[in-house]
C-alpha cells in the first residue's frame, strides 16, 4: 500500500532550499553529507523559517551550493523570486533581488523637477545595465553624460556598435578642444542641401596622387600615414 503524504504540501514539488536540509536549520554532520563533498561547506545550527504555500522569510538559510548564508531571505515556493541578504562566503554583503517577471521602482512624487530623487552609487568597482534580450531606454526632459577620470585612460565616453550609431535632431553640435577625427576605410560623404561652409586657416586637401610621386605641396607622408594597416 503506498504510503499518504504526511501533510498536504508533500506531494508538492518543493524549493531547493526546502529539499536541503540545512536550509531548515536542521542539517546533523554526522547524518547528512554536504552537497559539494567539501570542508567549506556551510553549516547552521540556528536558521530559522516562516511561511506557508505562498511564500517564506528565512534567517541563516545555507544556499543549496553550501558556500554562502543568507542572514535574510524572502523566497517563493518555486524559488524563482527571491530576495536575499547574503552574510558570509564569495557572496559576503551581497543584496540579490531574483524576479521572473518585472522588477519596478517609483519615487520623487512629493519631489521637485530639480531635485535628484533616484540616486545609484557604487563606490568602488562597474555599474552594469544589461538587456539580454531588449532594448535599454533612457528618457528625460534632458539626458546628460558626464566621464571626470583624468589621464588619457579616463575621462572618456566610448560609442561601440555592432552595427549603426544614428542621430536624428534639430542640430548636432561638436565641439573639440584640441582635435576631431572622422575616418572611414569606405566611403566618405558631406552634404548640405543648402550652404556648406568650411573655414581654417590653411586647408589642405590630399589625394592617392601623391602615393608615388610627392606634390610640391606636400602630402605624401600624410598619403602614407592615412594608408597604414
Known amino acids: 500500500m503506498t504510503e499518504q503524504p504526511k501533510n498536504k504540501f508533500d506531494n ?45 522569510i528565512g534567517f541563516g538559510i545555507i544556499h543549496q551550493p553550501a558556500d554562502v ?25 551581497w543584496t540579490t533581488s531574483l524576479s521572473p517577471g518585472n522588477f519596478q521602482v517609483e519615487c520623487g512624487s512629493a519631489n521637485k523637477e530639480a531635485n535628484d530623487s533616484l540616486m545609484l552609487n557604487a563606490k568602488n568597482g562597474n555599474i552594469i545595465i544589461k538587456a539580454n534580450n531588449g532594448k535599454i531606454r533612457l528618457e528625460g526632459t534632458d539626458i546628460e553624460l558626464h566621464a571626470v577620470g583624468e589621464g588619457g585612460s579616463k575621462g572618456n565616453i566610448r560609442l561601440t556598435a555592432s552595427e549603426n550609431i544614428s542621430n536624428d535632431s534639430k542640430k548636432f553640435l561638436v565641439d573639440a578642444k584640441v582635435n576631431y577625427k572622422l575616418a572611414t ?13 568650411m573655414y581654417g586657416s590653411i586647408i589642405k586637401g590630399v589625394t592617392d596622387a601623391v602615393s608615388t610621386k610627392d606634390s610640391k605641396c606636400g602630402g605624401q607622408n600624410y598619403q602614407q600615414k592615412q594608408n597604414q594597416t
Open 12 to 56: 508538492k514539488v518543493r524549493s531547493p532550499r526546502d529539499r536541503d536540509p540545512r536550509a531548515r536549520g536542521n542539517f546533523d554532520p554526522r547524518f547528512d553529507t554536504p552537497p559539494t563533498g567539501s570542508d567549506t561547506a556551510k553549516q547552521n545550527y540556528t536558521a530559522i523559517t516562516y511561511g506557508n504555500d505562498k511564500g517564506g
Open 69 to 93: 548564508t543568507s542572514a535574510v531571505m524572502l523566497y517563493t515556493p518555486d524559488a524563482q523570486h527571491t530576495f536575499s541578504m547574503d552574510a558570509d562566503g564569495p557572496r559576503k554583503g
Open 185 to 197: 576605410p569606405g566611403t566618405g560623404e558631406i552634404i548640405s542641401n543648402g550652404v556648406l561652409k
